[in-house]
Nanobody
Framework: QVQLVESGGGLVQPGGSLRLACSAS????????MGWYRQAPGNERELVAL???????TYAGSVQGRFTISRDNTKNMLYLQMNSLKIEDTAVYYC?????????WGPGTQVTVSS
């Protein structure tokens, strides 16, 4: 079983930056792909960014060039650097980990972009 805890959310003005972090309870070398997802009120949960064990990355078109996903396998941490934030980035952001036994989610962290 993998436990994930997100942190770093908050209130930021449009154009600002935030860095989300996700702590994993297991050695990251046991985790295949990890990702950040988000869900805004009334919307379905959507993929924001994905990173594989070999650090290959994939981004949603709406965040390409503004967000950067990274992982530190030595610290069991996943990160999402979010720059040039827009009002439409407002959502609960979730961390997800894929291992051989299944997929696990964190409880989420709220990101609100507002002036």
């Amino acid at each position: 079983q993998v436990q994930l805890v997100e942190s770093g959310g908050g209130l930021v003005q449009p154009g600002g930056s935030l860095r989300l972090a996700c702590s994993a309870s297991v050695n990251m070398f046991r985790i295949n792909a990890m990702g950040w997802y988000r869900q805004a009120p009334g919307n379905e949960r959507e993929l924001v960014a994905l990173i594989t064990r070999s650090s290959s990355t994939t981004y949603a078109g709406s965040v390409q060039g503004r967000f950067t996903i990274s992982r530190d396998n030595t610290k069991n941490m996943l990160y999402l650097q979010m720059n040039s934030l827009k009002i439409e980035d407002t959502a609960v952001y979730y961390c997800k980990a894929d291992v051989i036994t299944g997929s696990y989610w964190g409880p989420g962290t709220q990101v609100t972009v507002s002036s």
